[in-house]
């Protein structure tokens, strides 16, 4: 039993370049490129050209650094790089015996894993780092053949076998699809080899035909962690920020005050969209999203009824279309959701209320509307803010992607069924 801490650093990357979407695109140009279940906000706008990108250079943490703060076992770095306006967030894994390295994105809403093979010949599997079976003394073939989507990757091959290694934890058995043909929309380059599952169910996605128990099930079935949960600070959107992924355990030096919790809903859909983010368990109840905070409330919409789901991989914050434009109105955000950046110190705080006894959590106009280090020329700044149609049956919802878990630390409890925050602290 034991717990893993895994490291991540901020690596500012491409944000809206080249045509990347903006959080108001229309879903069904987001669905040609994501499929249906994955992103679900729309507009009125249309015909925009739509690509995911992962572009930049990774970033080189020492050792010294690291050292402050390994306890046990091997520190990999999480990086994080920026896409269509959002933040990933990737972690070094290994595959086999001896370990061939890979970098996953960090998915708390997904199950299966892959890894572009050493037999494909694909031009897309050219760029990224590729598993050679007949190099690891645990490898096990499968055979059965399998095919993948998973946001921007297209994949088939065969479902095969191998010892996962994630920082210091060791899983026996991993079942992934070993990728012999690979396809990526445009820009997507080699800096995400593969994907980490960390749902809190097990996603029997139609996007997957492999269906095999995702990593995090895996150590728990196999008794590798002290407590069953993980705790997560998402880097800062500053390059250099570290953040941190910590198996087994919380850490109490990321986090001021106390953790407050929330049971886990566990709420299903009709709606396809709204179930992509729903099957994967980690959602709590909604309560309500006002701009203004106390006093200065300018105006609050309840949101009774409502689930509030987690996603690592969303970038935005997705509220449903006629709320979301009320806010978006008022800040005089323009058609991108762009505003000018020095406008941000007069505009109010956003809070969003949690579970039924309406816990507030205030993102500051400096949370929510962010700076692209890329446009150094630009005075204008990006409304983190994504609108979705609620479904006309089934669950409504609101989607908490990584621009609100990155202001707060967050503690996914498998056992107690449960997702704690507090606030992180400020250096």
Same mark, same amino acid.
């Given at each position: +039993? +034991?717990?893993?801490?895994?490291? +991540?650093?901020?690596?500012?990357?491409?944000?809206?370049?080249?045509?990347?979407p903006?959080?108001y695109?229309?879903s069904d140009?987001?669905?040609r !490129?994501?499929?249906n279940?994955r992103?679900?906000y729309?507009t009125?706008?249309?015909?925009?050209?739509?690509s995911?990108?992962?572009r930049?250079?990774?970033?080189?943490v020492?050792?010294?650094?690291?050292?402050?703060?390994?306890?046990?076992?091997?520190?990999?770095a999480? =990086?994080?790089?920026?896409?269509d306006?959002?933040w990933?967030?990737?972690?070094?894994?290994?595959?086999?015996n001896?370990?061939?390295?890979?970098?996953?994105?960090?998915d708390?809403?997904w /199950?299966?894993t892959?890894?572009?093979?050493?037999?494909?010949?694909?031009?897309?599997c050219a760029?990224?780092?590729?598993?050679?079976n007949?190099r690891?003394?645990?490898y =096990?073939?499968?055979?059965?053949?399998?095919? +993948?989507?998973?946001?921007?990757?297209y994949?088939?091959? @065969?479902? *095969?076998?191998d010892?996962? =290694?994630?920082?210091?934890?060791?899983?026996?058995d991993?079942?992934?699809?070993?990728?012999?043909?690979?396809?990526?929309?445009?820009?997507w380059?080699?800096?995400?080899d593969?994907?980490l599952?960390?749902?809190?169910?097990?996603v029997d996605?139609e996007?997957?035909?492999?269906r095999?128990?995702?990593?995090f099930?895996?150590?728990?079935?196999?008794?590798l962690?002290?407590?069953?949960?993980?705790?997560?600070k998402? /880097?800062e959107?500053?390059?250099?920020?570290r953040g941190?992924?910590?198996f087994?355990?919380?850490?109490?030096d990321?986090?001021d005050g106390?953790?407050?919790s929330?049971?886990?809903?566990?709420i299903?859909?009709?709606d396809?969209?709204?179930?992509?983010?729903?099957?994967p368990?980690?959602?709590?109840?909604?309560?309500s999203? *006002?701009?203004?905070?106390?006093?200065?409330?300018?105006?609050?919409?309840?949101l009774?009824?409502?689930?509030?789901?987690?996603?690592?991989? #969303?970038? @935005?914050?997705?509220?449903?279309r006629?709320?979301?434009?009320n806010?978006?109105q008022?800040?005089?955000?323009?058609?991108?959701?762009r !505003?000018?950046c020095?406008?941000?110190?007069?505009?109010p705080?956003?809070?969003?209320?949690?579970?039924h *006894?309406g816990?507030?959590f205030?993102?500051k106009?400096?949370d929510?509307i962010r700076?692209?280090?890329q446009?150094?020329?630009?005075?204008?700044?990006?409304?983190?803010?994504a609108?979705?149609d609620?479904?006309?049956?089934? !669950?409504k919802?609101?989607?908490?992607?990584s621009?609100f878990?990155? =202001?707060?630390?967050?503690v #996914?409890?498998?056992?107690?069924?449960?997702?704690?925050?507090a606030?992180?602290?400020?250096?």
């Amino acid at each position: +039993m +034991m717990k893993s801490r895994i490291y +991540m650093t901020a690596l500012a990357l491409l944000y809206n370049c080249h045509g990347l979407p903006t959080p108001y695109e229309s879903s069904d140009t987001l669905q040609r !490129v994501f499929g249906n279940n994955r992103h679900p906000y729309s507009t009125e706008q249309s015909g925009l050209a739509v690509s995911k990108t992962h572009r930049g250079l990774p970033v080189e943490v020492s050792s010294q650094i690291l050292s402050q703060y390994i306890e046990s076992g091997q520190a990999n770095a999480l =990086r994080q790089h920026k896409d269509d306006g959002g933040w990933d967030y990737y972690i070094d894994i290994e595959f086999g015996n001896p370990p061939q390295s890979f970098r996953a994105a960090i998915d708390i809403g997904w /199950s299966d894993t892959f890894v572009p093979s050493v037999s494909c010949v694909d031009p897309d599997c050219a760029g990224h780092r590729q598993y050679n079976n007949t190099r690891s003394s645990s490898y =096990r073939r499968n055979g059965t053949a399998v095919r +993948m989507h998973y946001s921007g990757f297209y994949t088939s091959g @065969y479902a *095969a076998i191998d010892t996962l =290694r994630i920082a210091d934890l060791t899983i026996d058995d991993q079942a992934f699809e070993e990728a012999t043909e690979m396809k990526a929309v445009p820009l997507w380059d080699d800096v995400i080899d593969s994907v980490l599952g960390l749902p809190r169910l097990q996603v029997d996605d139609e996007e997957s035909s492999l269906r095999a128990k995702s990593p995090f099930h895996n150590m728990i079935s196999q008794g590798l962690l002290q407590k069953n949960l993980f705790s997560l600070k998402l /880097s800062e959107r500053d390059c250099g920020e570290r953040g941190e992924l910590l198996f087994g355990d919380i850490n109490p030096d990321l986090f001021d005050g106390m953790l407050t919790s929330f049971p886990v809903s566990a709420i299903y859909s009709v709606d396809e969209i709204a179930n992509a983010y729903l099957r994967p368990g980690w959602q709590v109840h909604a309560n309500s999203v *006002a701009y203004g905070y106390k006093d200065s409330e300018i105006a609050n919409f309840s949101l009774a009824g409502y689930v509030a789901t987690f996603s690592t991989l #969303f970038p @935005y914050i997705s509220l449903p279309r006629e709320i979301g434009k009320n806010i978006i109105q008022y800040l005089g955000a323009d058609v991108l959701h762009r !505003v000018e950046c020095d406008r941000r110190g007069s505009l109010p705080d956003l809070v969003i209320s949690l579970g039924h *006894a309406g816990v507030p959590f205030v993102l500051k106009p400096s949370d929510y509307i962010r700076k692209n280090p890329q446009w150094h020329w630009s005075t204008t700044c990006q409304v983190e803010i994504a609108l979705h149609d609620e479904p006309e049956d089934g !669950v409504k919802y609101i989607i908490l992607g990584s621009a609100f878990i990155a =202001r707060w630390y967050s503690v #996914f409890d498998y056992d107690k069924a449960q997702i704690s925050l507090a606030s992180l602290k400020r250096t």
